[in-house]
């Protein structure tokens, strides 16, 4: 495993054949099926919260875009296949955005260390680039639900993303 350190910010970086890559994978995906089931108590909870995103923007920021992408295409999957959500419909859009977090976060993060611009950038960098990708395929107004609904869920990712990654940082050391 290769570990970067970011302004006393270890980045590790398992190879396919690690198991903590299996293991992060595995923590990340157990997150991303937590969450949303939380959040879908409340109405309209995951379009309000957008949980799917969380787990996958902490482990691709701390431990690179391979664990990222695979809890960005499992995560989705899994949910769909165990509790019928999201819906089918929805299942393209959330796993191009969540690669887009997969991809993004860790570049962000490596550039800037574990800073609320990292996250930021990383945050409207999946927003407008699935954004286009959801106006292509869906419809603009789809796109725009994610920042009209989800902005409560967008500042979570942020502050609470930022959080959870410098408390992480810490215990690691």
Sequence with gaps: MNTIAIKNYPI????????????????????NLALPQLCHLATLGGPTWLPIYFC???????????????????????????FAMPAAEALPVIIVKSLFIAA???????????????????????????GVFETLTV????????????????LTQLFGGWLALRLWGKLSQ
């Design 104 to 130: 993004l976060a860790p570049l962000l993060v490596r550039r800037f260390g574990v800073s609320l611009l990292a996250l930021a950038l990383t945050i409207a960098g999946y927003q407008i680039l699935g």
């Design 139 to 154: 419809s603009a107004g789809a796109a725009l639900a994610d920042t009209q609904l989800g902005w409560p869920g967008l």
């Design 12 to 31: 590790a970086s398992p190879g396919l054949r690690d198991k903590n890559f299996y293991l992060w994978s595995a923590v990340a995906v157990l997150g």
């Design 56 to 82: 996958t923007l902490l482990i691709a920021a701390r431990y690179g875009w391979k664990v990222g992408a695979l809890t960005a295409v499992l995560s989705p999957v899994l949910n769909y296949a165990i």
